[in-house]
């Protein structure tokens, strides 16, 4: 079946210091990708988003393109800041007729300043 | 706006009560979704409706209880629940276009069974 793998974390940075939190997929299809970010004490928001092969999706600095060939996402920053600090989840859409979002375990971030 | 609200934020709940989670959304999204979020994991997908009809029930037991009174409000009716059920509850909302779609998530309500 569909399935995401991304990074063990916690991943702990400095602030201004480069990201990558990688993650895979496998999918049967063309699944949607999207890497979705919870704050502490908060819902899951939207971070970005692409639907199709070599889409690049981005926001808030970061960003993350669909790569059929590796089946990978990796999402990426070149400086983050202390309020990067959550975790974030890569996921990718199950297009059958359950709608559903599939989620990988996620990986905390922790950025010191 | 893409804004999914839910009431209330935080629920204590003994194991013999009754009680209900709420979640709103005016989006126009015509499918809607109740999750589960234990700590440290990723949401576990419970219910989901699709233009107001139960779509997808992912094996739940039925001490949850969900309803979808309008294309905008979902709730889920909790009763005699276990200790083992508090949680982070997060409802969703997501419309289809033909680039594909998004979940959109609410804050949740913190729930604790005592």
Same mark, same amino acid.
């Given at each position: ?113 | ?21 709420? &979640?709103?959304? $005016?989006?126009? $999204? ?37 309803? &979808? ?7 889920? $009716?909790? $009763? ?7 949680? =982070?509850? =997060? &409802? ?23």
């Amino acid at each position: 079946g569909n399935s995401v793998t991304q990074m063990e974390g916690p991943v702990t940075l400095s602030e201004e210091a480069f990201l990558t939190i990688n993650c895979t997929y496998t999918a049967t299809g063309y699944p949607s990708l999207f890497w979705y970010v919870q704050y502490p004490g908060e819902g899951l928001q939207l971070l970005l988003k692409a639907t199709k092969a070599d889409d690049k999706g981005s926001n808030k600095g970061f960003e993350a393109t669909y790569r059929k060939e590796t089946t990978s996402f990796h999402l990426e920053k070149g400086s983050v800041q202390v309020s990067d600090s959550a975790v974030y989840f890569c996921a990718l859409s199950d297009q059958g007729r359950d709608d559903k979002i599939i989620f990988g375990k996620g990986t905390r971030l922790h950025i010191l300043p | 706006d893409t804004e999914v609200t839910q009431t209330p934020k935080h629920l204590v709940m003994g194991m013999t009560n009754k009680k209900s989670l709420k &979640c709103e959304q $005016h989006m126009g $999204h015509r499918a809607m979704y109740w999750y589960k979020q234990k700590a440290k994991k990723p949401p576990e997908l419970m219910f989901v409706y699709s233009y107001e009809k139960l779509s997808i029930n992912e094996s739940v037991p039925s001490r949850f209880s969900p309803e &979808c009174p309008n294309s905008s409000l979902l709730n889920l $009716h909790l $009763h005699a629940l276990q200790p083992e059920d508090s949680a =982070l509850y =997060l &409802c969703a909302s997501s419309s289809r276009s033909l680039l594909g779609y998004e979940q959109y998530f609410g804050p949740g309500t913190r729930l604790t069974v005592t």
